[in-house]
């Protein structure tokens, strides 16, 4: 059995103690809150940034689509793309093959 200023002594002690947890909690919550508040200034001048460019791209005429194009001319686009994509293709074969059987 504790005297009474053990009961006390026991007490402050309590106090104390959670006084202290809550003071780490406290300064964890103010931490993430000030955290929080800077990704949402980073993310409100962002979607402001996006904004301006929504509206930069509402004002620009849309490409033309393929449908009110000439087939010749989409034919064209076609086959250089293709040919241009064969070069490549070409290139970084001839890079992968060995000196001694590369004809320069």
Same mark, same amino acid.
Do not use: C, H, I, N
């Given at each position: 059995?504790?005297? /009474?200023?053990?009961?006390?002594? $026991?007490?402050?002690? =309590?106090?104390? #103690? &959670?006084? !202290?947890?809550?003071?780490?909690?406290? @300064?964890?919550? /103010?931490?993430?809150?000030?955290? $929080?508040?800077?990704? =949402?200034?980073? #993310? &409100?001048? !962002?979607?402001?940034?996006?904004?301006? @460019?929504?509206?930069?791209?509402?004002?620009?005429?849309?490409?033309?689509?393929?449908?009110?194009?000439?087939?010749?001319?989409?034919?064209?686009?076609? @086959?250089?793309?293709?040919?241009?994509?064969?070069?490549?293709?070409?290139?970084?074969?001839?890079?992968?093959?060995?000196?001694?059987?590369?004809?320069?």
């Amino acid at each position: 059995m504790l005297p /009474w200023w053990g009961w006390v002594l $026991l007490w402050v002690v =309590l106090l104390v #103690a &959670s006084g !202290l947890w809550l003071f780490v909690l406290a @300064r964890r919550v /103010w931490g993430k809150t000030k955290a $929080l508040t800077r990704e =949402l200034s980073r #993310a &409100s001048a !962002l979607v402001a940034e996006l904004e301006t @460019r929504v509206d930069e791209l509402r004002d620009a005429d849309p490409p033309p689509t393929a449908v009110t194009q000439a087939p010749s001319r989409l034919r064209e686009e076609y @086959r250089a793309q293709r040919a241009e994509q064969a070069a490549v293709r070409r290139s970084r074969r001839a890079e992968r093959m060995p000196r001694w059987a590369r004809v320069d």
